[in-house]
């Protein structure tokens, strides 16, 4: 019995041994990785206190970088020189280059500089709200495909709406048309199996995005791809903030109306997004998709009544030295000159941006910030209030959404131009998804925009400045208990 229990003693001294030596080693990488002083600091200290606990959640939740997608597309561009030179001679004719003195330089030359595309002319933009809207004008588009359909969501349900789509997939593969299609694995986990063996079984080239992949990527699960793209024939694109799922219909009976919006694009800015769809494609599969690089369409009798937008498809994501969700939304706020109105369903931001927005507000800039009244994930709606005495107090209005929930990623700048995305205002969106924005630059198109905030400020009640002080102890403690995990909302 002795020799039992001291045979235990030492292999739990070897545990906590290799335990430490592991800490410690962590603690190395901290230092060495970690961006800021106060996250360097803040996982020093948790694994110095709760080594068990930290170590695997820093392992998890701390990586700021995503491994092995700019190598796999370097390498994919290298074999497939061809299908890169195609798109660059179609699309370069369309390039509008920032000059000086004019507003795109203004505005757009750091996006320009960050994700280094350009802008391109003569394109259709046309503003869809609402979920009935978006997937009318996708279900059309993709039943007219003739070559092949892109579609990319971050979830998708098996239900009404998911099956509508995919039974359309299944008979577009059986006409001959080639369908591709990646989900997120984390995004859509209620996915069964059945539903993505049956899309394969008839031919839709189905994957997951799989983040995980590689042999030191094991623990990259705190990483989503959060896109949401349809492209068809390379002709017509989609980008913005539905899913697909009947609650984005407003089918839910927990969220009732669903306020989301997409934009429905024609031009060469759809090639642009295409190009976004396979770097994220060829992740998944290791295969380069057959597409057509060497058109642009045009859109003679748009539904828009606008030919002649400027728009970048501006992507960001965990792969660069530079985080370019961030600077999107810096850029914009700091350009602003007579007003920053934004949407998003979270608002859990760092320092950099929340000061971007005070100092907005201080010097006379019109800032609103459009946010939902009920929540869908209670941390990061909570943490959001800690944030809001700062703002109020600065002058920035804040609006909450009645009328059912809020999920639109939308924000206009001045009178000159406007977004539409898959961008949360939160420091996942900025640091740890994969995103799409689309940039337009258009009278129009920028009036419609501003014109739907109008109707959805009237929809909202504003919030005062004593309110966040309102709230029993409970949910202020709450509140403050959430703030701590912001930096991996």
């Known amino acids: 019995m002795v020799e039992f229990f001291g045979s235990i003693g030492w292999v739990w001294a070897l545990v ?28 020093g200290m948790a694994v110095v206190a709760f080594p068990f606990v930290a170590v695997p959640l820093y392992w998890i939740f701390g990586r700021r970088q995503f491994r092995g997608y700019m190598e796999e597309f370097a390498a994919v561009r290298e074999r497939h020189a061809e299908v890169f030179d ?32 350009s802008f391109t002319r003569r394109n259709s933009v046309c503003l869809l709200e609402d979920g009935q809207d978006t997937f ?8 007219g495909a003739r070559q092949y359909i892109l579609i990319q969501f971050f979830i998708y349900h098996d239900d009404g709406i998911g099956n509508r789509i995919a039974d359309l997939m299944k008979q577009k593969a059986d006409e001959g048309v080639s369908v591709y299609f990646i989900y997120d ?7 069964p199996r059945k539903f993505i063996s049956d899309l394969r079984e008839r031919g839709v080239k189905a994957f997951p995005f799989h983040s995980t992949q590689g042999p030191s990527n094991r623990f990259q699960i705190n990483f989503r791809n959060h896109r949401k793209i349809v492209v068809v024939d390379g002709e017509v694109g989609f980008l913005g903030g539905h899913n697909v799922g009947d609650e984005y219909l407003g089918l839910s009976p927990r969220f009732g109306p669903w306020r989301d919006t997409h934009i429905r694009l024609v031009g060469p800015s759809v090639l642009s997004l295409q190009m976004v769809f396979l770097s994220d494609y060829v992740w998944a599969s290791k295969v380069i998709p057959e597409l057509d690089w060497t058109h642009v369409a ?32 810096l850029n914009a706020i700091t350009e ?17 941006v929340r000061s971007a927005l005070l100092l907005a507000a201080l010097r006379g800039v019109d800032v609103r910030i459009l946010l939902p009244q009920k929540p869908d994930k209670w941390v990061p709606w909570l943490a959001t209030f800690s944030f809001l005495p700062d703002l109020l107090a600065a002058g920035i209005r804040v609006y909450r959404y009645q009328e ?27 640091r740890l998804n994969f995103e799409v924005t689309g940039i337009v630059f258009c009278p129009r198109f920028t009036e419609q925009l501003s014109a739907m905030f109008e109707r959805d400020f009237a929809r909202s009640r504003e919030v005062v400045e004593h309110e966040p002080y309102e709230r029993k102890l409970f949910f202020r403690i709450g509140v403050r208990l959430a703030r701590l995990f912001s930096p991996i909302l």
């Open 185 to 191: 694995e984390i995004g859509s986990h209620k996915l």
């Open 16 to 43: 906590v041994f290799v335990g430490e030596l592991f800490a410690v080693f962590t603690i190395f990488n901290i230092i060495l990785k970690v961006r800021s002083a106060a996250g360097a600091w803040g996982w």
């Open 86 to 117: 195609d798109f660059e001679k179609t699309i370069s004719p369309f390039f509008v280059m920032p000059e000086k003195d004019t507003e795109l330089h203004r505005y757009g030359r750091i996006l320009t500089s960050l994700s280094e595309r």
């Open 298 to 329: 045009g859109e003679e009798n748009s539904p828009c009544g606008e030919q002649n937008a400027t728009v970048m498809t501006l992507p960001n994501g965990p792969v660069g030295d530079i985080e370019g969700g961030t600077m999107m939304f």
């Open 404 to 430: 059912g929930f809020l999920h639109q990623k939308t924000f206009v700048v001045d009178d000159v131009y406007g977004a539409v995305g898959t961008a949360n205002l939160d420091n996942r969106s900025m």
């Open 336 to 352: 602003a000159n007579d007003r920053f109105w934004i949407a998003s369903p979270y608002f859990v931001t760092d320092e950099s």
């Open 136 to 143: 009318d004008s996708i279900l059309e588009a993709m039943a």
